[in-house]
């Protein structure tokens, strides 16, 4: 089945340093990808949706400046957490789109656990 | 008011015991993902369905889209089906239609 993959699954960082996190599809191709923030305890909060080509679309209040995103190959999905503060440790996950029968089913990548000291 | 609202929150059951949870929406949908999140985070995908019913192993799926309503099913429950259960809505069939969660249901099976 459809694989998304997510590195580094744990990054501990010092505050004020940027932290890249990669997310992959596998064995197949996603023009769109979708970064979430995960608080404990909480459900999956959409950051933004990235496109392939083009500039990401951040949902509101999330900072573009901090939370940069670039979709480089029809593969590739990156997430950077520029100047990283400790506010910013949570559990960071990407999902990939792939069509299904008559839809496009989500297919989610296994996450990052970031932690800014 | 949340779109996607699921219960119960939280759940205990003994192993063996039949599990259901529910997920109402109030937004039309194209589809309907029921995910699956254990302790170390991973999701997985348990169903995506629009309509009827799905059934995989012990797990059991149905929506009824009128009532806009759906219930994730588990029979024969087992400590290994401990996890967080999460409703997920998608607008329109497009790539890049996101999903709208639901809370997620915390589900503790007991020997």
């Known amino acids: 089945g459809a694989v998304v993959s997510q590195h580094p699954s744990r990054v501990i960082c010092k505050s004020g340093t940027s932290v890249k996190i990669e997310c992959r599809s596998l064995d197949f191709q996603a023009t769109t990808m979708f970064w979430y923030r995960q608080f404990p305890k909480k459900s999956l909060m959409l950051m933004a949706t990235s496109n392939e080509g083009s500039k990401a679309t951040y949902e509101q209040g999330v900072e573009k400046d901090k939370f940069l995103i670039n979709h480089a190959s029809l593969t590739l999905s990156t997430l950077t957490v520029t100047s990283a503060h400790p506010e910013d440790s949570s559990f960071y996950i990407c999902?990939?789109?792939?069509?299904?029968?008559?839809?496009?089913?989500?297919?989610f990548g296994p996450g990052t656990r970031l932690t800014v000291t | 008011k949340n779109e996607v609202e699921q219960s119960p929150q939280n759940l205990t059951a003994q192993e063996g015991e039949f599990i259901t949870i529910n997920c109402s929406y109030s937004v039309g949908i194209s589809a309907l993902h029921w995910l699956q999140q254990h302790p170390g985070g991973g999701i997985v995908s348990l169903f995506m369905?629009?309509?009827g019913k799905k059934k995989h192993g012990r797990l059991i799926a149905t929506i009824n889209i009128q009532e806009k309503h759906s219930s994730l099913h588990i029979t024969a429950s087992h400590p290994r089906d401990s996890a967080v259960y999460i409703c997920a809505v998608k607008g329109d069939t497009g790539t890049a239609s996101k999903l709208t969660f639901g809370t997620g249901t915390r589900l503790q099976v007991t020997l």
């Open positions: 999902s990939a789109p792939r069509m299904g029968l008559s839809n496009y089913e989500q297919y």
């Open positions: 369905l629009s309509s």
